[in-house]
């Protein structure tokens, strides 16, 4: 049987243009030491509001209020299957001057200069969706990404497209 899990996820930039970013406690059964953004799962009634649970995220894991948080605002939604379970993502990317308040037992709280981000050690999903929002930067509309194999070479990859109503266009 498939079940359907749904995570929000927050990039935090700072104005020296720094993202704040989480090294996971080797203790977490998901990506237990590696390099991660902010986030976590959507609680039952945040099913229709990914937005709310990633401001509830932040807020859990740094102490950082929604209002110290400007322009937060959808960029990408991921999916991807894991076993038998789809897996929805939600990522928001806004900035703050504000520094993380709390120490959460998630893992340690850094600012990374952009330009090391991507020396660190993370999860492949993570991973391409900083080198794609790397390359095509922040889009007046949000990405869809699907997670799967590329056919030709049966390596892991992500199929980028612009999340457009095509009714609109």
Request: proline share 7%; charged share 20%; hydrophobic share 40%.
């Amino acid at each position: 049987m498939i079940t359907l899990r749904m995570m929000s996820t927050a990039l935090i930039w700072n104005q020296r243009d720094e993202l704040l970013m989480m090294k996971r406690a080797l203790t977490r059964t998901l990506s237990p030491g590696l390099w991660a953004a902010i986030g976590g799962h959507l609680e039952p009634h945040e099913i229709s509001q990914p937005r709310v649970a990633c401001l509830r995220e932040i807020w859990e894991e740094t102490g950082i209020e929604h209002d110290e948080i400007q322009d937060l605002r959808l960029q990408y939604v991921l999916l991807r299957l894991n076993g038998q379970e789809i897996r929805q993502q939600f990522f928001y990317v806004g900035s703050t001057d504000v520094n993380p308040r709390i120490v959460t037992s998630e893992g340690d709280l850094h600012w990374i200069p952009r330009a090391s981000i991507l020396d660190r050690p993370m999860p492949f999903i993570f991973r391409s969706l900083l080198e794609h929002y790397f390359t095509v930067g922040a889009t007046p509309h949000p990405w869809i990404g699907s997670a799967g194999l590329d056919l030709n070479t049966e390596a892991p990859t992500i199929h980028w497209n612009p999340l457009l109503d095509p009714l609109q266009i």
